[in-house]
Structures are given as C-alpha cells and as structure tokens.
T-cell receptor, first 118, second 114 residues
Framework: GAVVSQHPSWVICKSGTSVKIECRSL??????MFWYRQFPKQSLMLMAT?????????EQGVEKDKFLINHASLTLSTLTVTSAHPEDSSFYIC??????????????FGPGTRLTVL | GNSVTQMEGPVTLSEEAFLTINCTYT??????LFWYVQYPGEGLQLLLK?????DKGSNKGFEATYRKETTSFHLEKGSVQVSDSAVYFC?????????????FGAGTRLFVKA
C-alpha cells in the first residue's frame, strides 16, 4: 500500500532555533500534502494544504511566516518551524494524496513527528 | 462550522467483548464520514468510510452506519481482539470553497485485554 514517512520522528530543540520536518511519499506521487498538528488528547488540526509547485494554503489562525511549507517535488514536502518557542511543542502529522481534489480516503498518513522546544 | 465529537477513552475491554465507540457530527453540507485507526508507532490508516446517508462502511469486522437523522456514525465490532488495541478517530470530510477538508474527532484509545 501507499507509504508516507516523516523525518525526524522526534526532535528536541532550543527556543529560537528553526526545525525542519520532512514528509515523503515512498511509493506514489503526492499531488497534495496536508500538515496537521495534534495536541495531547486532542484532535488533529489541519494547518495547511500544499500542492506540488504552488504556495501552501494555510488555515485561519496559522502563521504562514512561522510555519514554512515547501512542496517542491511530488514526493517531498517540508514543514519548517521558524524561531520555535515552547508553545510550538506538539505532534506534527503529514498526509499525502495521490490526486488533487480527491476525497479524504485517498490521504495516506505519516507516523508523525514529536517536537519539543526547550 | 463542521465538528466531530467522539466518546472519551480509554475504553478497556476483554477479548471477544462487543465494542461501540460513539461518534456524532455537525455539518452544514453533506459530508463523507470516516473511521481511522492508529496503531502504536504507526500513522493513521483508513478503517472504513461512508459517503451518504444510510451507507454502511465495514472492514476487518468493524462497521459503522451513516445516520443522518441522528448525525451519528458509531463504530461497532462484535468481538474484539487484542490486536485491535489502538486509537480510533472519527472524521468527516466536506468540500468547501478552498477544496475538501477533513475534521477529526479527538480519538478514542481502546485497550483489549487477553
């Protein structure tokens, strides 16, 4: 089946530094990728939707200058948390879809990245 | 706006017990409904789905029926196994002006004891 990987799975960084998280579709081309954030015991919250080769669409309340998303190829999207602060500590999950505008059952999820900012 | 509410966990059952995880939703349009499962250390996987009222989704012994009149999509399994221990997420997907969006419930952790 379709596999999506994320790297790193766990990262600890100092406040003020930037962290990059990679999301890769290993056996299919992902036209659309989604980035979610999950707080403990809470829902996944959609942060942004990115289509290969174009700018990401951010959800209301998500700072695009803080959470930089790049989707430069059909198999890789990156999320960079710039000038991270402790409140950015969370579990970040990506998903990938093989076709633009597809219904949600064609999203394939990565295992997530736990970010801890000290 | 759209929302999904599912029962809080954890739910602890003995093997072969009957499982129900309640899920209700609020939506302005006609969403598709999903159950996802997350096993320890893995990503979310689609378990089953239903795209219109009265549809029943089923997979691996799990099933859920799209009930428009009660805005519910409860997950059931007749006899759970230890291997079913995981976190289960109810979700809805609806298409808006910016494309489709998926909204997830908070997740319900299931522990099945041997």
């Amino acid at each position: 089946g379709a596999v999506v990987s994320q790297h790193p799975s766990w990262v600890i960084c100092k406040s003020g530094t930037s962290v990059k998280i990679e999301c890769r579709s290993l056996d299919f081309q992902a036209t659309t990728m989604f980035w979610y954030r999950q707080f403990p015991k809470q829902s996944l919250m959609l942060m942004a939707t990115s289509n290969e080769g174009s700018k990401a669409t951010y959800e209301q309340g998500v700072e695009k200058d803080k959470f930089l998303i790049n989707h430069a190829s059909l198999t890789l999207s990156t999320l960079t948390v710039t000038s991270a602060h402790p409140e950015d500590s969370s579990f970040y999950i990506c998903s990938a879809s093989p076709a633009s505008g597809s219904i949600a059952d064609e999203q394939f999820f990565g295992p997530g990245t736990r970010l801890t900012v000290l | 706006g759209n929302s999904v509410t599912q029962m809080e966990g954890p739910v602890t059952l003995s093997e072969e017990a009957f499982l129900t995880i309640n899920c209700t939703y609020t939506a302005t349009g006609y969403p598709s409904l999903f159950w996802y499962v997350q096993y320890p250390g893995e990503g979310l996987q689609l378990l089953l789905k239903a795209t219109k009222a009265d549809d029943k989704g089923s997979n691996k012994g799990f099933e859920a029926t799209y009930r428009k009149e009660t805005t519910s999509f409860h997950l059931e399994k007749g006899s759970v196994q230890v291997s079913d221990s995981a976190v289960y997420f109810c979700a809805l997907s609806d298409r808006g002006t910016g494309g489709f969006k998926t909204i997830f419930g908070a997740g319900t952790r299931l522990f099945v004891k041997a």
